[in-house]
């Protein structure tokens, strides 16, 4: 690599789920790195520990306090990262550069790809994405499914690669790691904020199933939110309130901590999941995690029966019987653990991720780009939420 690469990474903020990509580029890069702050953070995501001093990290710039040099470093960049921000004014002269850029990106029609016929909508699509789609900008989709949003309006055509989230991975021997889990209950995790588009209430009704099925279990919440008196009454009405613990909002290696005493991560969130990080941070503890495949993680990370469990279209009937499956044969949990493990540490990573993309930038500069068959930065497929999802293909294409 050499020394003189520059580049930039503009977002609304940084948390704990982007810092270690952006360490594992400081790492390569020093100085010629920075990652521009545009706003703060908001208050409930402070409340949920996802507060940190930026400050205390070597490469954030803010907009709001050095918008002069923002834009100089951004100019001057020879890689670009923009995630979303509301400062557009900082980006798009970047985009029509000639310069390589990577627009990283959630889905834009998550609720419904019906909006994609809003004339309104489509202008403001235009303006940012559309209008760009000859010049050396790539997608990269931080969810299975942004392909197929970002497709369907005609942006970045040939140019949407796979990424996501990169929470920082732990590394340590499997015996380590899997002496934890050793115990005479099966340790189920729940994680995230208890609001109706995570189903947290799908954990519960699971718990009732395996009391009356005689599993020996134990259930943890690790969140809090509105649903969370009710879903207390729930355990109370189901007799398994002994069985299950909320521990409320816990910081990020506190979560971590608790994954690793468990060997079953479920993530019950439905298709408005854009990526859902929790799958990341569970797989690199260990976890077999049994999740919806409506999430955006999950087609990227889960390769079904190899590394996890998913189940189709948020069904709860689904769920509880891909449990229920596991539960009857419990030594399959742990090699699915141990791949969901390897996973994370070997590929789906932020310095796996990171090298990547400045071996992007290296082979774009020599007009030959790389080709990787799968992780960070292979080509994204276009899937749709609702449908199944086989093997990287739409069923009935």
């Not at 202008?123 to 969810?143: D, M, S, T």
């Not at 190899?306 to 509880?320: H, L, R």
Request: proline share 5%; aromatic share 12%; with cysteine.
């Amino acid at each position: 690599m050499e020394e003189n690469v520059k580049a930039v990474f503009i977002s609304n903020y940084i948390n704990h789920h982007q810092i270690p990509f952006s360490n594992a580029l400081y790492e390569q890069l020093g100085d010629d790195y920075h990652f521009i702050q545009t706003e703060p953070m908001e208050e409930e995501r402070i409340a949920m520990g996802w507060g940190l001093d930026a400050a205390t990290l070597p490469y954030v710039v803010w907009a709001d306090r050095e918008e002069e040099r923002c834009r100089k470093l951004i100019e001057e960049a020879d890689l670009v990262f923009a995630g979303w921000t509301k400062r557009l004014d900082l980006v798009l002269p970047r985009l029509s550069s000639g310069k390589l850029t990577f627009r990283v990106s959630e889905r834009i029609y998550r609720e419904g790809q019906w909006k994609a016929i809003s004339p309104k909508g489509l202008l403001a699509k235009y303006k940012e994405h559309i209008r760009f789609r000859n010049q050396p900008v790539w997608l990269l989709c931080c969810g299975a499914y942004v392909a197929s949003d970002f497709s369907l309006i005609g942006a970045y055509p040939g140019k949407k690669l796979k990424f996501g989230y990169f929470p920082e991975t732990l590394r340590c021997p499997q015996e380590e790691l899997f002496a934890k889990k050793n115990t005479d209950k099966l340790q189920i995790v729940w994680a995230g904020r208890m609001i109706s588009l995570k189903h947290p209430e799908f954990a519960v009704k699971l718990a009732g199933k395996l009391k009356e099925q005689g599993y020996s279990f134990e259930l943890h919440f690790a969140g809090g939110g509105p649903m969370e008196e009710a879903l207390k009454q729930e355990a109370a009405a189901l007799g398994v309130a002994e069985k299950i613990v909320f521990h409320g909002f816990l910081k990020p290696q506190e979560v971590r901590s608790l994954m690793k005493r468990c060997q079953l991560h479920v993530f019950t969130s439905n298709y408005l999941e854009g990526w859902g990080a929790v799958v990341s941070e569970a797989m690199n503890s260990g976890c077999c995690v049994v999740a919806n495949r409506q999430i955006g993680a999950v087609p990227f990370l889960i390769e079904d029966g190899v590394n996890g469990k998913s189940y189709p279209d948020g069904s709860y009937e689904a769920f509880e019987r891909t449990v229920l499956e596991l539960c009857a044969q419990p030594e399959q949990i742990t090699v699915l653990g141990k791949e969901a493990y390897r996973t994370i540490t070997e590929k789906w990573n932020a310095e796996c991720a990171a090298q990547r993309c400045l071996e992007f930038y290296e082979g774009w500069k020599a007009g030959k780009l790389p080709e990787w068959e799968d992780g960070p930065l292979s080509a994204a497929p276009k899937l749709s939420a609702r449908w199944s999802y086989n093997e990287g293909r739409l069923d009935g294409e």
